[in-house]
């Protein structure tokens, strides 16, 4: 059974900073392209964020390009949102999951940016 645990989130002003992680077990993480995700209230979970299976390749949505940076650590089977220069836009639950959302849904992580 393959279990993501998020954590990391918090409460932070606008500017600051935060940095998630993500820990996969019960799965081969190192073969999966993994994402960050993100729902607001009202809203639809959105990719954010994506990296390949050995971190070669990232992907940013255009509303985080040049502020989250994605990584990962196979050995640790963790990947890793760093998120800088936080906006209010950017409070959300956020979650870890496969490119293609294949795995079960974690409890996420909150992240809140107060303005």
């Known amino acids: 059974q393959v279990q993501l645990v998020e954590s990391g989130g918090g409460w932070v002003q606008a500017g600051g900073s935060l940095r998630l992680s993500c820990a996969a077990s019960?799965?081969?993480?190192?073969?999966?392209?993994m994402g960050w995700y993100r729902q607001a209230p009202g809203k639809r979970r959105e990719l954010v964020a994506s990296i390949s299976s050995f971190g070669g390749t990232t992907t940013y949505a255009d509303s985080v390009k040049g502020r989250f940076t994605i990584s990962r650590d196979n050995s640790k089977n963790t990947v890793y949102l760093q998120m800088n220069s936080l906006k209010p836009e950017d409070t959300a639950v956020y979650y870890c999951?496969?490119?293609?959302?294949?795995?079960?849904w974690g409890q996420g992580t909150q992240v809140t940016v107060s303005s």
């Open positions: 999951n496969t490119v293609q959302g294949l795995w079960p």
């Open positions: 019960g799965t081969i993480f190192a073969s999966r392209g």
